[in-house]
């Protein structure tokens, strides 16, 4: 039987396995020039949140900055405050098109509870858009549907 300690320590793991499948398939959609940003518009995302501010959660924050998608809020449970751009999930804005949730580990847990919380809003996790640029799932999206 594993210790609770064995336990934390193969999760983290796993966790961080899924960010770094993530980033791979994120520079190889940079590096074969496929456009987030033309996908987020074609499916008509003019204003989203991310969920997650980790380190997936960062960048896309940073590749959304000067574009014509606008990032209306960042959530995450470790976010407090209610007021201003870093919201705790429950402060969830009514005017946005998509939640994007970055972390793929936590997904189904994070979608149940916006849902809970009134999210009317597209909830969707970055693997899968970044699947249908790069048309490849990660192990994880498999084990998620």
Request: aromatic share 12%; charged share 30%.
């Amino acid at each position: 039987m594993k210790s609770m300690k064995q336990k934390e320590l193969e999760d983290i793991i796993v966790r961080d396995n899924l960010i770094i499948e993530s980033l791979v398939q994120w520079v190889t959609i940079e590096h074969e020039r496929k456009d987030i940003f033309g996908l987020f518009s074609e499916m008509g995302y003019r204003k989203i949140a991310i969920y997650g501010y980790g380190h997936l959660g960062k960048l896309l924050e940073t590749l959304l900055k000067d574009s014509e998608i606008r990032v209306v809020c960042v959530l995450d449970r470790k976010f407090k405050e209610t007021e201003g751009y870093h919201l705790s999930p429950t402060a969830l804005p009514s005017d946005l098109d998509a939640v994007i949730v970055t972390n793929t580990y936590f997904y189904r847990e994070i979608r149940d509870g916006l849902l809970k919380n009134g999210c009317t809003s597209e909830i969707r996790m970055l693997d899968e858009l970044l699947f249908q640029l790069w048309g490849s799932k990660t192990q994880w999206m498999y084990y998620l549907h």
